[in-house]
C-alpha cells in the first residue's frame, strides 16, 4: 500500500469523494472524528485507517501518517491542522457548490491544488485566479465514479430488492433539509396524492434523516403510515446510497437543489418544488448572503428551466404536475444537456483517476 498519499476529513460526506481517489491511488484515511472512523472501517474494510486525536497529537497514528505523507488530500480547509505538514495538499469538493463565491475561495487558497468539478466552478475560479494564485485540474465531478449502469435489469432487480414494483416508472422525490426545504409542506401530499401507476421513494435530507429532531420523526410517522396505505413506495433514511436512487429514478422531484443537478448524470426528466421556503425570490437573498456573483446566480437559475415547475398554491393539481412533466421531459431535454455541461462538462466516471495523475504530478 503507497502511504505517500493520505485522504483526511473529520465529515463523513466527503469520505466517499475521497475514496474515488483512493482507487486509483491507494493510501490511508484519517480522521479525528469517531463516528467517521467507524463508519470508513465498517462500508471500506479494504482500506487502512488511522485516527487523529487532539490529545497527544503527535503521537497519534494519524498524526505520523501525515507526517509522512507526501500528499494530503481532503474534501475541507483545515488550514491550521495541514499547516503542520509538509505534504502538498490537494482539495477535493463533495457537492455540486452551486453557490460557490469569492469568500469560499478565499478560505481554501492555501491549498497547492484544487480538482475543480467542471466549467461552472472553473468560471468563478478563474475570476480570482490572479488575487489566490490557484493552481486547478479539471477533474470532473468525483461522485460520479460511484453511480451505476442504468440498465433495465438492474433496475428491475434494485427496485425487487426495496419491494418496488419492477413493472412500474419509479418517481424520486428527495427534498433539500430546513430551513428551505420542502418536505414539512409537500412529503404527506406527494405521499398521498402520487398516482398508483408509479412506485415512489421519498428520501428526506439527511440532516433529517440522521439527525432527525422530534418533528422530523413524528413527520416521517405520518409518512410511513401514508406508504403503507399506497403500496409499493419507501420512505428511505438514508439506507441506500443516493447514486443507486438517481439511477431508478425515471422523474426526480426535488427543491432545485443538488440532488437535480447530480440526477442529470442519467438524464433523469425534473420537477421543481417552489415554496415561499424556496423560490427565486428566496434564492436571489440567499446568494447575495453568500456573496454569489450575479452571472453564476442568472445561470444557476436556468436549471429550473430544466422541467416543470409546481408550487402547491396554485391551481394545478400536483397529480396533473407529474403528468405534465412526463410529458414534457423530452422537450426540456435540450436545457438539461445544456445545464450538466455547464456544471459538470463530462459524462464519465474517471475523476478519480485524474485527481490520482494530477497530485502524482504535483508531488514529483
Known sequence: MDHRFVYFSKMFQAVPQLMEVQKHAGGIFVSNRKSTMDAVR????????????????????????????????????????????????????????????????????????????????????????????????????????????KTAALAAANLS??????????????????????????????ARDTPAEF???????????????????????????LCKQRGDTLLDLNAYPLALLFSLADLMITDGTSPAEESLFYDVPQLFIETPLWSKDVIHAYAQREAMHEDDLERYLELFNCGERYHPAQQKPYAQAIQDALAQAVAFGTNREAYFSWVFGQRDRQAGERVFHAVSDLIS
Open 199 to 225: 412506485n415512489l421513494i421519498l428520501r428526506p435530507h439527511p440532516s433529517q434523516g440522521i439527525a432527525s429532531r422530534r418533528s422530523d420523526r413524528e413527520s416521517f410517522k405520518r409518512v410511513s403510515a
Open 42 to 149: 465498517k462500508l471500506y474494510p479494504e482500506v487502512a485507517a488511522a485516527r487523529y486525536t487532539s490529545w497527544f497529537s503527535r503521537y497519534s497514528p494519524g498524526y505520523k501518517a501525515m507526517q509522512q505523507a507526501s500528499a494530503i488530500i481532503t474534501g475541507a480547509p483545515t488550514p491550521d491542522m495541514l499547516a503542520q505538514f509538509q505534504a502538498r495538499t490537494c482539495m477535493v469538493f463533495h457537492g455540486t457548490y452551486m453557490f460557490l463565491a469569492r469568500d469560499a475561495l478565499q478560505r481554501i487558497s492555501h491549498f497547492d491544488l484544487l480538482c475543480t468539478i467542471g466549467p461552472r466552478m472553473r468560471r468563478t475560479i478563474d475570476r480570482y485566479r490572479d488575487e489566490f494564485n490557484f493552481r486547478t485540474v479539471e477533474s470532473g465531478y468525483l461522485p460520479f465514479g460511484s453511480f451505476p449502469e
Open 161 to 190: 430488492r426495496m419491494g418496488l414494483d419492477p413493472g412500474k416508472k419509479t418517481i424520486v422525490y428527495m427534498p433539500w433539509g430546513k430551513p428551505y426545504g420542502s418536505w414539512e409542506i409537500m412529503a404527506e401530499t406527494i
